[in-house]
């Protein structure tokens, strides 16, 4: 107690003192202007994203890919695999089915009849493709073509029943910021979703002369490639095809490919089961003012040396349609028919001239090193 009496003069300094402190702060509040009350930018968001995981889940598939068992290599499993807990699973699924896993990935259904889009990398030189549905049933499917350039694939699948299936939505309306779910059935392990923002568009990451991805931070881990990405309405927006990691895991920098891209390729896979594209036969680069671009060689006896082009010339259009970057003028080329005649704008030498070229097949040993 006495203690306490010996305290008191402090305490009684200490209760003036936040006295004071509160008048300063009173006063400074009062020289502050009045805010308006804070209106979210930003409201209404998904509290959940079930009922759409229920819309669309159905429709997306697990890819198996596997080779005949009388190769050497019997026993050797995915990377993605080895030295996980999925080892174990693969090695009886293996055994089971005598043959090599070679890899998987992820698809989804785009009509009742069973065609299926996915990533060219997960089914190229299968010697068979199994499809499982999230329901359990499995299918052994057919290759319709692959797009190498863009890693574009369609399989097919036949049922007796009417299959589950999405639907397209328009990737243009996609805006940075804007909620997404990716979708996969990495594995066989059943579906997998996980949600995120658009974190940027036109992404070109530089694996092919088209690179023009939605990157995403929604985690997309190996085995789900081929899967989709949704937009809040349940329509598939882009088609997951890679990740940037140092871990070979999802660190939040997953790409997708647009579905503006991906629908018309789709579509003549179905028809034609390959992608006829132009070519030039040109090498080209940017220019510094981003207004066209320039010819640095000019392949001897290719469709741009016939048309007159020449080494040093600057291509600032196509058919009218003006031109900005080296990529912009690959894709327009790489998207006419062959066969038919374009006219080029060309300044020489400061001088605008018009070139008409009749565009050739691009050869298919171009598509290894993005030539034009």
């Known amino acids: 107690m006495k203690t306490l009496l010996r305290n008191l003069p402090a305490l009684a300094v200490a209760c003036f003192s936040l006295q004071e402190t509160g008048a300063h702060h009173l006063a400074q509040a009062a020289s502050l202007p009045t805010f308006e009350p804070a209106v979210p930018l930003v409201s209404g968001g998904p509290i959940s994203f079930a009922p759409l995981v229920r819309k669309v889940v159905p429709a997306v598939v697990n890819i198996?890919?596997?080779?005949?068992?009388?190769?050497?290599?019997?026993?050797?499993?995915?990377?993605?695999?080895?030295?996980?807990?999925?080892?174990?699973?693969?090695?009886?699924?293996?055994?089971?089915?005598?043959?090599?896993?070679?890899?998987?990935?992820?698809?989804?259904?785009?009509?009742?009849?069973?065609?299926?889009?996915?990533?060219?990398?997960?089914?190229?030189?299968?010697?068979?493709?199994?499809?499982?549905?999230?329901?359990?049933?499995?299918?052994?499917?057919?290759?319709?073509?692959?797009?190498?350039?863009?890693?574009?694939?369609?399989?097919?699948?036949?049922?007796?029943?009417?299959?589950?299936?999405?639907?397209?939505?328009?990737?243009?309306?996609?805006?940075?910021?804007?909620?997404?779910?990716?979708?996969?059935?990495?594995?066989?392990?059943?579906?997998?979703?996980t949600a995120g923002i658009v974190s940027a568009r036109g992404r070109d990451i530089g694996t092919s002369p088209f690179d023009d991805f939605l990157q995403l931070d929604a985690p997309i881990n190996p085995g789900n490639s081929g899967g989709p990405t949704f937009n809040l309405a349940g329509q598939v927006v882009a088609l997951n095809t890679a990740i940037v990691s140092p871990t070979g895991g999802s660190v939040g920098l997953g790409f997708s490919i647009?579905?503006?891209?991906?629908?018309?390729?789709?579509?003549?896979?179905?028809?034609?089961?390959?992608?006829?594209?132009?070519?030039?036969?040109?090498?080209?680069?940017?220019?510094?003012?981003?207004?066209?671009?320039?010819?640095?060689?000019?392949?001897?006896?290719?469709?741009?040396?016939?048309?007159?082009?020449k080494k040093g010339d600057i291509i600032v259009g196509m058919n009218n349609e003006h031109v900005e970057t080296a990529r912009a003028m690959i894709r327009a080329v790489a998207s006419a028919k062959p066969g038919l005649d374009a006219q080029l704008n060309v300044l020489r030498n400061n001088q605008p001239i018009t070139l008409t070229i009749r565009i050739g097949r691009r050869p298919k040993w171009e598509d290894g090193n993005g030539g034009k």
């Open 64 to 193: 198996s890919v596997t080779r005949d068992s009388d190769t050497s290599a019997k026993h050797k499993l995915p990377s993605t695999v080895k030295g996980t807990p999925l080892e174990k699973r693969y090695r009886e699924r293996m055994r089971r089915h005598r043959d090599e896993l070679l890899g998987a990935g992820s698809g989804f259904i785009v009509d009742p009849e069973g065609t299926i889009v996915t990533n060219g990398h997960v089914v190229e030189d299968a010697d068979k493709i199994t499809v499982a549905l999230s329901s359990g049933k499995e299918f052994t499917a057919t290759l319709a073509g692959i797009d190498n350039l863009t890693d574009i694939a369609v399989i097919k699948i036949s049922s007796p029943q009417p299959l589950p299936y999405v639907t397209w939505g328009d990737s243009r309306l996609v805006q940075v910021g804007d909620w997404i779910m990716a979708a996969g059935n990495p594995f066989g392990l059943g579906s997998s979703v």
């Open 258 to 309: 647009p579905s503006e891209i991906v629908i018309p390729i789709v579509e003549t896979l179905r028809q034609a089961g390959h992608i006829e594209r132009g070519w030039l036969g040109a090498t080209l680069e940017d220019i510094m003012t981003h207004n066209g671009t320039q010819v640095t060689e000019v392949d001897r006896n290719g469709p741009a040396a016939k048309g007159g082009l």
